[in-house]
């Protein structure tokens, strides 16, 4: 809990984010070490900053490689003393989780490196957790992450929020890393489980505290009120075996109505702003359809294809494209909604997303083409990564044969 806190602290006193991550990960080993002795103190987190303020003192003294560092953040930490660590921690510590996320999400660094040195500084995730996430070998992310730090210790990026235009350019890439964090808990793309609800959770979190700072950005609220929304029906996903359950067969009674409630609200603090919605917006916008209909009957298709089609303006997008056909599908007819999916087909954006055969089968389904449709759910079967998807798709595979 305290870590994010401490390690955006040490960044600005010491301008380095890898050295600050290892001063953070010293106080809280001597914490491990001496808390089941003494007890947890009153302020863990003035108690973590004290004793890491020190332990960067000590290996200045000690290093002569890094004298220079130290020295400069030795000089930057004597400025305060132990009984300012509280106001420092309480009065600053927003500002300073704001200035490392806009750190973490530079643009210097690629999209991958951007999300995994979020979640290992922000989230508190250590590298098993982050290459579980990306499915990808503990190595290569470990690799990753350390080449992100030493690129941004290398360009000299500022510990700090950007101003004017590279503001809206930089609060772009940190709401991408966080919806891009938040979907991959949401879908698992790879693995034996559909959803990763923790990831989830760290991304509304931060997407909560970044709220909290800038509450003029209505972007910011609105991909709140899509991770709040989103978030409802995590419990409703998957039956007591992790096997999916698709939107339309969930019991909306069980979905979390505080969060449906906080994401409606964090919805209208985004209108309110006045600004025309933008794509986070808009899809909280679509969400909030779903969440208000008491039943999947009652659902305003309408309405959310109205909203894919704005989205479509607002973020174009053949994935978008491919959403507005399923809810044409459901205001209209799935005929017209395979008109558009079969327009889709020759996209190369599409041509090894799982998505477009799986929207398509279900589409020849509904309109009793059972042939067409098994071959098209075995197709998405073959593209997916991800154990639980490809199961539901083969089930839904055989059904076609058994309904013919």
Avoid at 306 to 315: N, P, T
Avoid at 320 to 342: T, Y
Wanted: proline content about 4%; overall charge neutral.
């Amino acid at each position: 809990m305290e870590s994010a806190k401490l390690i955006a602290s040490l960044t600005r006193m010491v301008r380095d984010v890898g050295l600050a991550e290892d001063l953070a990960q010293d106080a809280l080993v001597i914490a491990l070490e001496k808390w089941p002795k003494t007890g947890i103190p009153d302020n863990p987190g003035a108690w973590l900053m004290t004793t890491a303020k020190r332990r960067a003192i000590d290996l200045m003294r000690r290093s002569k490689l890094r004298k220079q560092k130290y020295e400069e953040a030795a000089h930057n930490m004597s400025l305060y003393t132990e009984d300012d660590m509280d106001y420092r921690l309480d009065g600053e510590v927003e500002d300073d989780l704001l200035r490392l996320i806009f750190m973490t999400c530079h643009p210097v660094l690629s999209q991958d490196a951007r999300v995994a040195l979020t979640l290992r500084l922000l989230c508190g995730l250590n590298t098993d957790e982050i290459a579980r996430a990306f499915v990808a070998p503990e190595s290569t992310i470990a690799q990753r992450i350390v080449r992100a730090k030493r690129t941004l210790s290398a360009k000299k990026v500022k510990f700090e929020v950007p101003a004017g235009e590279e503001l809206e350019e930089r609060l772009s890439a940190v709401l991408e890393a966080i919806y891009l964090m938040f979907n991959e808990g949401y879908s698992a793309t790879s693995g034996e489980h559909w959803i990763r609800p923790l990831l989830c959770q760290e991304a509304l979190r931060l997407g909560r505290v970044l709220a909290e700072i800038m509450p003029h950005e209505p972007e910011i609220h609105g991909l709140v009120a899509l991770m709040e929304l989103q978030s409802s029906r995590l419990k409703t996903r998957v039956n007591a075996n992790g096997e999916p359950v698709l939107l339309m067969d969930q019991n909306r009674a069980q979905w979390d109505r505080l969060l449906i409630r906080r994401g409606l609200a964090a919805l209208e603090r985004s209108r309110k702003l006045g600004r025309r919605p933008g794509p986070y917006s808009l899809q909280a916008a679509i969400s909030a359809c779903h969440a208000e209909a008491a039943t999947a009957d009652e659902t305003d298709w309408i309405r959310i294809a109205a909203l894919y089609e704005a989205l479509s303006s607002a973020a174009p997008s053949p994935i978008v494209e491919l959403n507005w056909a399923v809810a044409i599908s459901m205001s209209f007819g799935p005929a017209f909604g395979l008109q558009i999916v079969d327009e889709l087909r020759d996209n190369p954006t599409l041509k090894e997303y799982h998505l477009l055969p799986s929207v398509r089968g279900d589409l020849l389904a509904k309109l009793r083409r059972f042939d067409e449709a098994r071959t098209e759910f075995e197709r998405a079967a073959s593209m997916t990564r991800n154990v639980r998807e490809r199961e539901l798709l083969l089930k839904r595979a055989a059904e076609c044969g058994n309904d013919k």
